[in-house]
């Protein structure tokens, strides 16, 4: 099982991102994927997530409004669409996926994880 985050990079604040998360060797429509990040010299933290249809998403507080979730199955592949980035966004983000009917939202519970991809946000 292999999970390639993609799509990180340095961006002013106010600036947008993308980041892909290509999954493979999984049958990824029964994984709930969730995105977290770990800023510098901090604790990984929950950022957002997304169920195994997409029909349903949760986000943390800090990100609410600015950040989308989104998933393609036929392509085994999860979006992390970021707007009006900050740069307390700046962090290493990574995907993680857990074969689960409900969402991924602690670092707990997560069956893979991907390498990780750096999104910087300068002021």
């Known amino acids: 099982v292999q999970l390639q985050a993609s799509g990180g990079g340095l961006v002013q604040a106010g600036g947008s991102l993308r980041l892909s998360c290509a999954a493979s060797?999984?049958?990824?429509?029964?994984?709930?994927v969730g995105w977290f990040r770990q800023p510098p010299g901090k604790e990984r933290e929950f950022v957002a997530a997304i169920n195994w249809s997409g029909h349903s998403t949760y986000y943390a507080d800090s990100v609410k409004g600015r950040f989308t979730i989104s998933r393609d199955n036929a392509k085994n592949t999860v979006y992390l669409q970021m707007n009006s980035l900050k740069p307390e966004d700046t962090a290493v983000y990574y995907c993680?996926?857990?074969?689960?009917?409900?969402?991924?939202?602690?670092?707990?519970?997560?069956?893979?994880w991907g390498q990780g991809t750096l999104v910087t946000v300068s002021s």
């Open positions: 993680a996926a857990k074969r689960s009917l409900t969402l991924v939202t602690t670092t707990g519970h997560v069956d893979y």
């Open positions: 060797g999984l049958t990824f429509s029964d994984y709930a």
